[in-house]
Protein backbone atom coordinates (compact mmCIF):
# COMPACT_ATOMS: atom_id res chain seq x y z
CA UNK A 1 0.00 0.00 0.00
CA UNK A 2 1.33 3.47 -1.02
CA UNK A 3 2.45 5.81 1.86
CA UNK A 4 1.90 9.60 2.65
CA UNK A 5 5.17 10.36 4.71
CA UNK A 6 4.76 13.68 7.03
CA UNK A 7 8.16 15.11 7.56
CA UNK A 8 9.20 17.79 9.84
CA UNK A 9 11.49 20.35 8.51
CA UNK A 10 14.17 22.65 10.47
CA UNK A 11 12.54 25.24 13.03
CA UNK A 12 16.00 27.27 12.28
CA UNK A 13 18.92 25.08 12.69
CA UNK A 14 19.52 23.19 8.85
CA UNK A 15 21.43 20.12 10.95
CA UNK A 16 18.09 19.22 12.36
CA UNK A 17 16.91 16.29 10.18
CA UNK A 18 17.47 13.07 11.11
CA UNK A 19 18.95 10.67 8.64
CA UNK A 20 15.38 8.80 8.00
CA UNK A 21 13.80 11.69 7.38
CA UNK A 22 16.21 12.91 4.27
CA UNK A 23 15.84 9.30 3.07
CA UNK A 24 12.35 9.42 2.51
CA UNK A 25 12.61 12.51 0.78
CA UNK A 26 15.32 11.26 -1.64
CA UNK A 27 13.28 7.74 -1.97
CA UNK A 28 9.57 9.61 -2.14
CA UNK A 29 8.22 10.11 -6.10
CA UNK A 30 6.86 13.82 -5.21
CA UNK A 31 7.33 16.06 -2.04
CA UNK A 32 4.39 18.17 -1.64
CA UNK A 33 5.55 21.83 -0.18
CA UNK A 34 4.23 24.72 1.58
CA UNK A 35 6.21 26.44 -0.24
CA UNK A 36 8.30 24.77 -2.92
CA UNK A 37 11.28 27.22 -3.10
CA UNK A 38 11.56 27.44 0.58
CA UNK A 39 11.42 23.48 0.17
CA UNK A 40 14.11 24.08 -2.80
CA UNK A 41 16.67 25.21 -0.64
CA UNK A 42 16.66 22.66 1.86
CA UNK A 43 16.78 20.10 -0.40
CA UNK A 44 19.72 21.74 -1.93
CA UNK A 45 21.63 21.74 1.32
CA UNK A 46 21.24 18.22 0.94
CA UNK A 47 22.07 17.77 -2.46
CA UNK A 48 17.96 16.11 -2.73
CA UNK A 49 16.67 16.66 -6.19
CA UNK A 50 13.08 14.87 -5.95
CA UNK A 51 10.04 16.48 -7.57
CA UNK A 52 8.64 19.33 -5.65
CA UNK A 53 4.53 20.04 -6.11
CA UNK A 54 3.21 22.62 -4.15
CA UNK A 55 0.44 21.93 -1.42
CA UNK A 56 -1.06 24.57 0.77
CA UNK A 57 -4.62 26.07 2.36
CA UNK A 58 -5.22 27.99 -0.62
CA UNK A 59 -4.58 25.05 -3.72
CA UNK A 60 -5.78 22.13 -1.59
CA UNK A 61 -8.80 21.54 -3.98
CA UNK A 62 -6.31 21.38 -6.89
CA UNK A 63 -3.28 19.60 -5.27
CA UNK A 64 -5.05 16.73 -3.06
CA UNK A 65 -6.71 14.79 -6.47
CA UNK A 66 -3.08 14.84 -7.86
CA UNK A 67 -1.71 13.25 -4.52
CA UNK A 68 -4.25 10.98 -3.99
CA UNK A 69 -3.70 10.07 -7.73
CA UNK A 70 -0.11 9.51 -7.16
CA UNK A 71 -0.96 7.30 -3.85
CA UNK A 72 -3.45 5.35 -6.10
CA UNK A 73 -0.87 4.61 -9.08
CA UNK A 74 2.01 2.76 -6.25
CA UNK A 75 3.55 5.95 -5.66
CA UNK A 76 4.38 7.22 -1.97
CA UNK A 77 4.56 10.82 -1.18
CA UNK A 78 6.05 13.03 1.69
CA UNK A 79 4.26 16.31 2.88
CA UNK A 80 6.20 18.96 4.18
CA UNK A 81 5.74 22.59 5.48
CA UNK A 82 7.95 25.53 5.67
CA UNK A 83 9.24 24.32 9.26
CA UNK A 84 8.62 21.65 11.47
CA UNK A 85 5.79 19.64 11.79
CA UNK A 86 3.50 19.81 8.83
CA UNK A 87 -0.36 20.25 10.30
CA UNK A 88 1.01 22.09 13.42
CA UNK A 89 -0.51 25.34 12.78
CA UNK A 90 0.46 24.47 8.85
CA UNK A 91 -1.11 22.94 6.23
CA UNK A 92 -1.94 19.06 5.50
CA UNK A 93 -4.83 18.02 7.68
CA UNK A 94 -7.40 17.85 5.01
CA UNK A 95 -4.83 15.93 2.70
CA UNK A 96 -4.37 13.29 5.97
CA UNK A 97 -7.98 12.65 6.26
CA UNK A 98 -8.28 12.19 2.57
CA UNK A 99 -5.27 9.76 3.07
CA UNK A 100 -7.24 8.37 5.48
CA UNK A 101 -10.28 7.71 3.82
CA UNK A 102 -8.75 6.15 0.32
CA UNK A 103 -7.38 3.42 2.35
CA UNK A 104 -3.49 4.47 2.38
CA UNK A 105 -0.82 4.34 4.73
CA UNK A 106 -0.04 7.48 6.66
CA UNK A 107 3.12 7.92 8.34
CA UNK A 108 4.71 10.33 10.73
CA UNK A 109 8.93 10.87 10.61
CA UNK A 110 10.05 12.69 14.50
CA UNK A 111 11.43 15.76 13.96
CA UNK A 112 11.87 19.83 14.72
CA UNK A 113 8.41 21.16 16.26
CA UNK A 114 8.80 24.57 18.11
CA UNK A 115 5.91 24.01 20.82
CA UNK A 116 7.88 20.76 22.24
CA UNK A 117 11.09 22.74 22.23
CA UNK A 118 9.81 25.51 23.76
CA UNK A 119 7.57 23.78 26.32
CA UNK A 120 10.59 20.97 27.60
CA UNK A 121 13.09 24.01 28.49
CA UNK A 122 10.62 26.16 29.52
CA UNK A 123 10.86 25.26 33.40
CA UNK A 124 6.80 24.46 33.34
CA UNK A 125 5.21 21.34 34.23
CA UNK A 126 5.40 19.33 30.61
CA UNK A 127 3.48 16.24 32.46
CA UNK A 128 -0.09 17.69 31.27
CA UNK A 129 -0.02 20.47 28.38
CA UNK A 130 -2.20 21.82 25.94
CA UNK A 131 -0.95 23.33 23.02
CA UNK A 132 -3.46 26.01 21.72
CA UNK A 133 -1.38 27.76 18.38
CA UNK A 134 -2.57 30.63 17.64
CA UNK A 135 -4.73 33.11 19.20
CA UNK A 136 -7.10 34.95 17.13
CA UNK A 137 -5.59 38.31 15.75
CA UNK A 138 -8.03 40.35 17.39
CA UNK A 139 -7.86 41.44 20.96
CA UNK A 140 -11.42 40.63 21.64
CA UNK A 141 -11.87 37.39 19.99
CA UNK A 142 -8.46 36.76 21.85
CA UNK A 143 -10.16 37.33 24.96
CA UNK A 144 -12.72 35.20 24.50
CA UNK A 145 -10.50 32.56 23.57
CA UNK A 146 -8.52 32.95 26.74
CA UNK A 147 -11.53 32.91 28.92
CA UNK A 148 -12.37 29.33 27.72
CA UNK A 149 -8.83 28.10 28.74
CA UNK A 150 -8.65 30.26 31.53
CA UNK A 151 -9.07 27.30 34.59
CA UNK A 152 -7.52 24.71 32.76
CA UNK A 153 -4.75 23.11 34.81
CA UNK A 154 -2.67 22.54 32.48
CA UNK A 155 0.68 24.56 30.56
CA UNK A 156 -0.43 25.93 27.82
CA UNK A 157 1.91 26.35 24.32
CA UNK A 158 0.82 29.39 22.05
CA UNK A 159 2.10 30.48 19.28
CA UNK A 160 2.51 34.22 18.31
CA UNK A 161 3.66 36.92 15.55
CA UNK A 162 6.52 39.48 16.96
CA UNK A 163 4.31 42.67 16.19
CA UNK A 164 1.80 41.26 18.09
CA UNK A 165 3.54 39.68 21.03
CA UNK A 166 2.73 42.86 23.77
CA UNK A 167 -1.22 43.47 22.78
CA UNK A 168 -1.28 39.27 23.44
CA UNK A 169 0.58 38.98 26.78
CA UNK A 170 -1.46 42.23 28.07
CA UNK A 171 -4.55 40.50 27.16
CA UNK A 172 -3.07 37.27 28.51
CA UNK A 173 -2.74 39.41 32.33
CA UNK A 174 -6.19 40.72 31.65
CA UNK A 175 -7.97 37.40 31.67
CA UNK A 176 -5.56 34.70 33.27
CA UNK A 177 -3.97 37.02 36.25
CA UNK A 178 -0.25 37.47 36.73
CA UNK A 179 0.98 33.46 35.62
CA UNK A 180 4.64 32.13 35.53
CA UNK A 181 5.53 31.89 32.08
CA UNK A 182 8.36 31.50 29.20
CA UNK A 183 8.50 33.43 26.28
CA UNK A 184 10.96 30.87 23.96
CA UNK A 185 11.96 32.63 20.53
CA UNK A 186 14.67 31.47 17.80
CA UNK A 187 14.43 28.33 19.05
CA UNK A 188 17.72 26.11 17.79
CA UNK A 189 19.08 29.60 15.99
CA UNK A 190 22.24 31.67 17.13
CA UNK A 191 19.94 34.50 19.01
CA UNK A 192 17.91 31.82 20.87
CA UNK A 193 16.58 32.50 24.25
CA UNK A 194 14.20 31.71 26.91
CA UNK A 195 12.68 34.56 28.91
CA UNK A 196 11.49 33.40 32.38
CA UNK A 197 9.46 34.86 34.93
CA UNK A 198 5.59 36.69 35.48
CA UNK A 199 3.75 38.03 32.66
CA UNK A 200 4.57 41.42 33.83
CA UNK A 201 7.94 40.78 34.12
CA UNK A 202 8.19 39.67 30.45
CA UNK A 203 6.29 42.10 29.06
CA UNK A 204 8.69 44.37 30.27
CA UNK A 205 11.41 43.24 27.74
CA UNK A 206 8.91 42.22 25.11
CA UNK A 207 8.66 45.32 23.27
CA UNK A 208 12.47 44.42 22.25
CA UNK A 209 11.91 40.47 21.42
CA UNK A 210 11.87 40.00 17.64
CA UNK A 211 11.77 37.01 15.55
CA UNK A 212 10.13 33.74 15.95
CA UNK A 213 8.45 33.02 19.55
CA UNK A 214 6.62 30.54 21.56
CA UNK A 215 4.76 31.74 24.68
CA UNK A 216 4.88 28.84 27.22
CA UNK A 217 2.21 30.06 29.96
CA UNK A 218 1.52 28.23 33.04
CA UNK A 219 -2.07 26.86 33.66
CA UNK A 220 -4.53 27.35 36.20
CA UNK A 221 -3.66 27.11 40.13
CA UNK A 222 -6.54 26.49 43.11
CA UNK A 223 -4.59 30.51 44.20
CA UNK A 224 -5.91 31.33 41.40
CA UNK A 225 -9.65 30.76 42.61
CA UNK A 226 -8.77 32.16 45.94
CA UNK A 227 -7.59 34.88 44.11
CA UNK A 228 -10.73 35.27 42.19
CA UNK A 229 -12.85 35.15 45.15
CA UNK A 230 -11.29 37.24 46.60
CA UNK A 231 -12.26 39.85 44.18
CA UNK A 232 -15.53 38.83 43.89
CA UNK A 233 -16.42 39.29 47.76
CA UNK A 234 -13.77 42.93 47.81
CA UNK A 235 -16.54 44.02 44.91
CA UNK A 236 -19.64 42.75 46.49
CA UNK A 237 -18.38 44.56 49.92
CA UNK A 238 -17.27 47.62 48.07
CA UNK A 239 -20.50 47.89 45.87
CA UNK A 240 -22.54 47.39 49.53
CA UNK A 241 -20.58 50.62 51.31
CA UNK A 242 -21.29 52.46 48.20
CA UNK A 243 -24.90 51.57 48.85
N1 LIG B 1 4.77 23.64 12.03
C1 LIG B 1 5.56 24.42 12.94
C2 LIG B 1 5.96 23.56 14.14
O1 LIG B 1 5.81 22.32 14.08
O2 LIG B 1 6.48 24.09 15.13
C3 LIG B 1 4.84 25.69 13.34
C4 LIG B 1 4.52 26.59 12.18
S1 LIG B 1 3.67 28.06 12.61
C5 LIG B 1 3.13 28.64 11.05
C6 LIG B 1 4.96 29.20 12.91
C7 LIG B 1 5.05 29.59 14.40
O3 LIG B 1 5.81 28.60 15.10
C8 LIG B 1 5.80 30.90 14.65
O4 LIG B 1 4.95 32.03 14.57
C9 LIG B 1 6.32 30.71 16.06
O5 LIG B 1 5.31 30.97 16.99
C10 LIG B 1 6.64 29.20 16.05
N2 LIG B 1 8.04 28.97 15.65
C11 LIG B 1 8.49 28.40 14.51
N3 LIG B 1 9.83 28.34 14.51
C12 LIG B 1 10.25 28.88 15.68
C13 LIG B 1 11.53 29.11 16.27
N4 LIG B 1 12.65 28.78 15.65
N5 LIG B 1 11.57 29.69 17.50
C14 LIG B 1 10.44 30.04 18.14
N6 LIG B 1 9.21 29.85 17.64
C15 LIG B 1 9.11 29.28 16.41
Known amino acids: ?????????????????????????????????????????????????????????????????KIIERLENGENVAVVS??????????????????ISHGFNVVSVSGANAAMNALVASGLSCYHYLFYGFLDNKSSKRKKQLEEIKTIPYTTIFYEAPHRIEDTLQDMLEVLGNRQMCLARELTKVHEEYIRGTI???LEVAATCKGEMVIVMDGFKQDDVVFDMYTAITKVDEYIESG
Do not use: C, F, W
Open 200 to 202: EEV
Open 1 to 65: VSTLYLVPTPIGNLQEMTPRALDILKEVSVIAAEDTRNTKKLLMAYGIDTMLMSHHEHNQQVSIP
Open 82 to 99: DAGYPLVSDPGQKLVQET
